[in-house]
């Protein structure tokens, strides 16, 4: 077995171990050190995850599992996306009884995202899916006494698990009509010839999975209660990570499908109406969670614009996991300046926060400008690429319909931004006491700007990945 | 090094406003009108320095960026977009050294200011299409934040009509800037390759479609009639010296911007559609003016004055742009025509809005009709609001004169019957800037401004700085002129 080939796996199976027998046995007191064993943990896997860089992309483990630029690229996005979150959590989670448990469930949360993302193989999608499904439920609902957090764990597993059941048919389909769950194999028998109607049906059931983890529509309806109910740290771990795993998976699975199966059409049409209900919902929210929740399904949307063209643009692929890594920085960032704030979550609460708390508010003014795609930040460069492929593989209605719906969504992201700048309020704004949380969010900040003045390196690490099929 | 130390300079001073808070207004006035002027020295440097015969970019300093994208921090300039920089300099100098209620945030008044002039610098001096969004945009960041915070009556409700309709272009404007982009190859995002290589030369429907989007993005941006509707509000609700630099600078990006790309980069489809663009201009030229003179409340006409003069410039543009037979002279002429007209518009509007800024801080009242007979009570201020007047109606020996006339005897020359169209414009212009000058400083003055004090000195120094900018321009222009005709001669020779 080349046990080499999935050393970062391991080490992140091994961490979430080690915190799960650390919490058992340390004082709760103590558990803040299991954050630093999932930071140890997650560094260990991203340096081994560098160390694989470079190779010839390839399948490993009898063909199950792609060791490839895309899979790599998005595996260090969704690292260094759970490090942040990680380190926004101690603070947080340090009244909470079962502190050190958090930590483990984020591994192996992280652990079924990046399956999802390596996945070239059905089973090993569902198993992926499934793992960090299994692990996200807990998070939404780990203030158990909470009713919101309750009702927004529920509203998540009933969705998922409806959706995964449509994935696990979609993929049976599948199977029945190609003998094979390996993607070259499935690929090969579809090129030749298939049922139509039974590859169409399996292919809708596969992407209805799919756009549960994506938070897109018709699967999105847990989004917002999840950013609203969750502990924030875990809102910020759900709005962004699963959809890093989901996007690469959905981008792999329908690079197999014969071009006569109107998928990008139906990608097309997913992206449009994700996007537009995402912005749309998101207009008139008066809780600032919430509203970056809607946000985080219309940002979706704009996701799915490059799988859409797919193939037609070569850029495509480095265009998804730009904009990927962009929107997490983003997102984490606006989080992070959340959790930092005690979760305040009241629109009216953020008046006149720039005089009072003048860095928070900065950081989550530039994430939300980064969010609609201001110069020169990293989102801006993001959504570039994006409209650049959309455009390049002959979709600009696609890109138009993106931009009418990036002008919309700025009217909301600067109803957070107004009060926070024009507004009086003589209260004082009360924080998370200690550093984490603090030193997160001005990291997350600070990639913002370097990330979008330094868009070159992303860029060039990006560039030439592609599928090892 | 010029052109990054002219946007550099104030970008950091912004930043040292912004990151300390040892401020006192008195110390961040005075440095941040020291770090304003720096830009302009540094540009009127720069403009003795140009060479007429030269090439057509010059200064060119060029660092990648994202080479991977073809985009580079690469900064250059024409006669034209010396020109304008240097006004729009000025412009924001003048602005920042006016006196204005700060609300207890002077330092990031002030801030604000400074980066706002960066990043406008930055739009008119750059030579990278991409480079040139991001400064674009920026402004709009930067103007938001200013009007909604510092500004009076709706002014959130402004600051997000401004941000949400300008926005809503500059989209437009980086789809077509990216289609643009793919046209060329290898894909560069540099103007010089682009006005080089005409892209889309015979491109059909691509080209029609990215031409379209780029005239739709600066017309809002200019205005031009009928996508206007976002600039009365803004205007009205910003205090004083943020409109001075919404009118004198933040419109010139739309015109210079339609000068630098489509105009320049697609001449054979500009063409096609010149004559569209044009009609276009002239509805603005009328409607601003006959809408400007319906007005009474003061900001408010003076802010559809400036439909009416970008109305000028665009017509000027088109004429220029129009690749009739035998016509090379009078095109040349329109086009610097339409140069004139952004630096003395930039320059005599400018100060019109400090003068309303001025009353604002007196009176906060804005209505003609409750004014009367000041020149009595404040003889400086009326001397300088009836100088800018006559200047904007177009008095000859003054800027505005020398703009509108190369405008109309360029169009002349190409569409004799708009330019004659168009020239009724300047006759109601006059009428409504001598009414307005009738209501507010002639006749029986209301008891209630017998406290009205006089410009301060600050104010007429500054005033006195942009009158002398538009005076010496309409006596003695040829040192602009031969500045700007150099550039036009190979815009329009050239091709």
């Known amino acids: 077995m080349p046990i080499g080939d999935v050393l970062p796996e391991i080490s992140l199976t091994l961490g979430a171990v080690a915190i799960v027998l650390f919490a058992s046995f340390v004082r709760q007191r103590q558990h803040h050190w299991a954050a630093v064993l999932a930071l140890l943990a997650i560094g260990l896997g991203a340096g081994l995850t560098v160390a694989q860089w470079g190779g010839a992309p390839r399948l490993t483990f009898s063909g199950v599992w792609a060791l490839d630029g895309v899979a790599l690229a998005s595996k260090l996005v969704v690292l260094v996306a759970g490090a942040l979150v990680v380190a926004m959590s101690p603070e947080w989670m340090r009244t909470d009884r079962r502190h050190g448990e958090y930590y483990a469930l984020v591994l192996f949360a992280l652990l079924g995202v990046i399956m999802m993302a390596s996945a070239s193989d059905t089973m090993e999608l569902v198993l992926g899916v499934l793992l960090s499904s299994v692990a996200s439920y807990p998070l939404a609902a780990y203030h158990r006494g909470w009713a919101p957090a309750l009702e927004a764990g529920m509203k998540y597993f009933l969705i998922g698990a409806l959706t995964n059941t449509l994935l696990t048919i979609g993929v049976v389909v599948l199977f029945g009509l190609t003998g094979s769950t390996g993607y070259p194999d499935i690929a090969q028998t579809l090129a030749t010839d298939s049922d139509r109607l039974a590859l169409t049906i399996a292919t809708a059931c596969v992407v209805l999975g799919l756009t549960f983890k994506l938070a897109a529509f018709p699967a999105h309806a847990w989004m917002p209660d999840v950013a609203q109910g969750s502990p924030v740290p875990a809102a910020a771990f759900l709005t962004v990570i699963p959809k890093v795993g989901a996007a690469v998976a959905l981008a792999r699975f329908v690079s197999l499908l014969p071009p006569d199966v109107a998928s990008r059409a139906i990608v097309a049409l997913i992206s449009v109406a994700t996007m537009t209900l995402g912005n749309v919902a998101a207009l008139r929210q008066t809780d600032v969670r919430r509203l970056l929740g809607w946000s985080s399904v219309s940002q979706s949307g704009y996701a799915l614009m490059a799988i859409v063209v797919l193939g037609v643009s070569d850029q495509a692929l480095p265009a998804l996991v730009f904009f990927l890594a962009s929107y997490a920085t983003a997102n984490l960032a606006a989080f992070a300046v959340v959790t930092h704030l005690r979760g305040r979550t009241a629109l009216d609460d953020y008046r006149g926060l720039a005089r009072h708390a003048p860095i928070a508010a900065t950081i989550l003014i530039v994430s939300l400008l980064s969010l609609v795609g201001i110069p020169p930040l990293v989102g801006f460069f993001g959504k570039l690429m994006l409209f650049r492929v959309t455009l390049d593989g002959g979709y600009a209605w696609l890109a138009l319909v993106a931009a009418i719906n990036t002008v919309v969504s700025l009217f909301y992201y600067l109803r957070i931004v107004a009060p926070m700048m024009f507004g009086n309020h003589r209260s004082a704004v009360h924080v998370l006491s200690g550093q984490w949380a603090r030193a997160t969010m001005a990291v997350a900040g600070v990639l913002l700007i370097v990330g979008g003045l330094g868009a070159e390196a992303l860029s060039l690490f990006t560039e030439s990945i592609r599928f090892a099929l | ?495």
């Open chain 2, 1 to 495: 090094m010029i052109l990054t130390a002219a946007l550099g300079l104030p970008m950091l001073g912004a930043l040292a406003l912004a990151v300390s808070s040892l401020w006192t207004e008195a110390t961040a006035r005075r440095f941040a009108i020291a770090v304003s002027v720096l830009p302009v020295l540094l540009l009127a440097w720069a403009w003795r320095q140009f060479d007429p015969q030269g090439a057509l970019f010059q200064f060119v300093e060029e660092v990648p960026w994202v080479p991977s994208l073809g985009m580079s921090y690469r900064l250059g300039v024409d006669g034209i977009a010396l020109a304008v920089a240097t006004m729009s300099a000025l412009v924001f100098s003048a602005s920042i050294a006016y006196p204005v209620d700060t609300k207890h945030q002077p330092r990031q008044y002030y801030a604000w200011m400074l980066f706002l002039q960066s990043v406008s610098l930055g739009v008119f001096l750059a030579l990278d299409l991409l480079l040139f969004y991001v400064f674009f945009d920026l402004s709009l960041v930067g103007m938001f934040f200013l009007i909604g915070r510092w500004g009076h009556g709706q002014a959130q409700f402004a600051a997000f009509k401004f941000f949400l309709y300008t926005f809503c272009g500059s989209l437009l404007l980086l789809l077509a800037i990216i289609g643009l982009y793919l046209s060329v190859e290898p894909h560069t995002f540099d103007m010089r390759v682009l006005i080089e290589q005409q892209p889309l030369a015979g491109a059909g429907m691509t080209a029609g479609l990215v031409f379209l989007a780029l005239m739709l993005g600066f017309a809002i941006k200019t205005p031009v009639v009928p996508v206007h509707t976002w600039l009365p509000q803004a205007h009205v609700d910003a205090p004083g010296p943020v409109s001075a630099i919404l009118a004198g600078v933040l419109l010139k990006m739309g015109t210079y911007g339609i000068i630098r790309i489509p105009f320049a980069m697609m001449a054979e489809t500009f063409s096609r559609y010149a004559l569209v663009i044009a009609l276009f201009a002239v509805a603005s030229i009328l409607y601003g003016a006959f809408v400007a003179l319906g007005q009474s409340n003061l900001k408010r006409r003076i802010a559809y004055t400036s439909i009416n003069h970008m109305g000028y410039t665009v017509l000027g543009i088109a004429a220029a742009g129009a690749l009739i037979q035998d016509t090379g002279y009078a095109r040349e002429l329109a086009l610097v025509g339409a140069t004139m007209e952004m630096v003395a518009h930039g320059l005599i509007t400018g100060a019109l809005f400090l003068i309303c800024g001025s009353f604002w801080q007196r009176t906060e009242e804005y209505d003609l009709d409750s004014y009367g007979g000041l020149l009595r009570q404040a003889p400086w201020l009326t001397a300088f609001a009836v100088l800018a007047s006559f200047a904007s109606l177009g008095l000859p020996g003054l800027a505005g004169f020398v703009a509108e006339f190369h405008i109309f005897a360029g169009t002349f020359g190409v569409y004799p019957w708009l330019a004659v169209i168009g020239v009724l414009g300047i006759l109601v212009t006059a009428a409504l800037f001598l009414q307005m000058l009738q209501k507010v400083f002639f006749g029986a003055m209301p008891e209630r401004w017998a406290q009205f004090e006089d410009l301060r000195p600050i104010e007429w120094g500054v005033l006195a700085v942009l009158s002398a900018g538009f005076v010496i321009i309409g006596v003695a222009p040829a040192f602009l002129l031969t500045l700007v005709e150099a550039s036009a001669t190979l815009l329009v020779g050239g091709r």
